[in-house]
């Protein structure tokens, strides 16, 4: 094997300018299948991040009727749906793979219904009611005062966090700390401002996407839960933010919680009626669009692999011309006793050698390609390990498949006319 090896680089190395046009289509096939599979990774993964959040891994659970989310910004409390108990956040925090449990409640502000206010200027938005669990859940970090603490809630505290959008939109670059929003006719201190860790840019592309996330451009301001009687004078059923350990787990986690919160907080009358919880399966949604993505690069591969059919074809008809510049040297192995085994695994290992070296190449000018479209055209591009491994194996079997016509042709020579020829 090894004195095979030695001789297949001999020959290569003895015609380095045949042996590098031979394996130039390898390369050129090669690198375009490592282009595109680290284009479509990239993408993958940036639309894994835009519609989920870097690191943050939330689920979202609401109540829903006949599949649309109950939206109490002008619906009535729903009968025969109770609100959610220390104990069922408990069972939901001890699911498989849950990091954190967290409990809200919310509505969407105009401007026209002075719901918010600060002075005269009335607020647009989103008003949130949520427990201590919240922030941490969502991937929210603390940007200036403090977060919500234990006699918030306790005490019932009558204070308030805004995001970075709704700072910007009531005090514009003004520090907010210390200033007192109007809720429901009801006085809130601003605490805190906070911002997420991983921003998001989710395309709506569905009326329940837009219940979900519309209006977040101008903010929210969040409120202890506690409290959401204050403002609202009754108690309402909540939404549950479920933090998972990865990505992966986020389906599961949110179908488990919906089975969980309907079976325990839904009468069956009102099941009867409709209402359900639902999770917001962001998974599915990236899984969606990655599919549509897929289904032009995979036609870009076969285009790629083409160039691979036409390198394979080029090692072929080299390896003819090999053999027939070689046959008084097989002619004469023959002849002191080599077998015709032998000789069949020399020029395959000449083949293979040839062709795994284009694609040791070709892998490395893939990841250069990949990486300077990234930075040229702003596109996002990730290796893929795995692809790299698979496209020198792959670029090694096509020169034994393609290597394989020559090389019997050797084995069968026969050593009298082998001698003989010119």
């Known amino acids: 094997m090894f004195e095979n090896i030695s001789l297949a680089f001999q020959g290569i190395w003895g015609h380095k300018m045949r042996s590098f046009l031979t394996m130039l289509g390898i390369i050129i096939g090669i690198a375009s299948i490592i282009t595109i599979v680290s284009t479509i990774k990239g993408t993958n993964d940036q639309i894994k991040e835009s519609l989920i959040g870097a690191g943050t891994n939330a689920v979202t659970v609401q109540l829903s009727q006949n599949n649309n989310v109950y939206n109490l910004s002008w619906q009535a409390p729903p009968e025969g749906v109770a609100p959610i108990g220390e104990d069922t956040r408990q069972q939901l925090a001890e699911l498989e793979n849950v990091r954190s449990?967290?409990?809200?409640?919310y509505r969407q502000v105009d401007s026209y219904d002075s719901a918010?206010?600060?002075?005269?200027?009335?607020?647009?938005?989103?008003?949130?009611?949520?427990?201590?669990?919240?922030?941490?859940?969502?991937?929210?970090?603390?940007?200036?005062?403090?977060?919500?603490?234990?006699e918030d809630f306790t005490r019932f505290r009558k204070v308030a966090i805004l995001d970075a959008g709704a700072c910007s939109t009531l005090f514009g670059s003004a520090d907010p700390v210390g200033q007192v929003l109007e809720i429901k006719g009801e006085p809130f201190t601003i605490v805190g401002v906070v911002s997420r860790a991983a921003s998001s840019d989710f395309v709506i592309e569905s009326y329940r996407d837009y219940q979900m996330y519309a209006d977040q451009s101008g903010g929210k301001v969040f409120i202890p839960l506690a409290d959401w009687p204050i403002a609202y004078r009754f108690d309402e059923p909540q939404g549950v933010v479920l933090k998972a350990a990865s990505t992966d787990d986020m389906t599961r986690i949110g179908q488990q919680a919906e089975d969980l919160l309907t079976a325990s907080q839904i009468s069956a009358d009102a099941a009867n009626s409709g209402f359900s919880y639902q999770s917001d399966d962001?998974?599915?949604?990236?899984?969606?669009?990655?599919?549509?993505?897929?289904?032009?690069?995979?036609?870009?591969?076969w285009i790629a692999g083409i160039s691979l059919l036409v390198g394979g074809i080029g090692v072929m008809n080299i390896m003819l011309v090999t053999v027939t510049e070689r046959t008084?040297?097989?002619?004469?192995?023959?002849?002191?006793?080599?077998?015709k085994r032998r000789i069949l695994w020399q020029f395959l290992t000449e083949a293979a050698a040839l062709t795994s070296i284009g694609g040791i190449l070709g892998v490395a000018a893939g990841v250069g390609l990949s990486g300077f479209i990234a930075s040229a055209m702003g596109t996002p591009s990730a290796v893929s390990y795995?692809?790299?491994?698979?496209?020198v194996l792959f670029s090694m079997l096509i020169g034994v498949i393609f290597g394989m016509i020559p090389a019997i042709k050797a084995a069968n020579l026969n050593p009298i006319d082998a001698l003989r020829r010119e």
């Open 282 to 301: 962001l998974m599915d949604q990236a899984a969606q669009l990655q599919k549509m993505s897929n289904a032009t690069n995979n036609q870009l591969l």
């Open 101 to 105: 449990v967290s409990l809200f409640t």
């Open 328 to 339: 008084r040297e097989i002619g004469l192995k023959k002849a002191i006793g080599a077998r």
């Open 116 to 150: 918010v206010c600060y002075g005269n200027a009335a607020y647009s938005g989103e008003l949130y009611g949520v427990d201590q669990y919240y922030f941490g859940a969502n991937g929210f970090r603390l940007r200036n005062g403090r977060s919500f603490v234990e």
């Open 386 to 391: 795995p692809a790299i491994a698979v496209a």
